[in-house]
């Protein structure tokens, strides 16, 4: 059995920063690709970043260059740090896992509301 259990959401101006974190158990097989998706309201939830245990990402075209995946393998953790967040970035944040790049367990989520 997995479980996720996401931290690091909270309120935070436009123009700054927050990192989530993302505690994972389980089989290691089940960790090969982590990372997050979101859900903003009346919005369908969308990819955010991946990660591969072997360092391969994948990232949402509106966050590249403001949003950075990584993880540690030993901890089973996941990161994403947000710099440069924007109204448009609030959202139910949720972490994600699975054996392939498509997610098959998700956290419960961590809101992170970006506003003045």
């Known amino acids: 059995q997995v479980q996720l259990e996401e931290s690091g959401g909270g309120l935070v101006q436009p123009g700054g920063s927050l990192r989530l974190s993302c505690a994972a158990s389980g089989s290691p097989a089940s960790l090969i690709v982590m990372g997050w998706y979101r859900q903003a309201p009346g919005r369908q939830r969308e990819l955010v970043a991946m990660i591969h245990s072997g360092g391969a990402t994948n990232y949402e075209d509106s966050v590249k260059g403001r949003f950075t995946i990584s993880r540690d393998n030993g901890r089973n953790m996941v990161y994403l740090q947000m710099n440069t967040l924007n109204p448009e970035d609030t959202a139910v944040y949720y972490c994600?896992?699975?054996?392939?790049?498509?997610?098959?367990?998700w956290g419960q989520g961590t809101q992170v509301t970006v506003s003045s």
């Open positions: 994600i896992t699975g054996p392939t790049w498509r997610p098959v367990y």
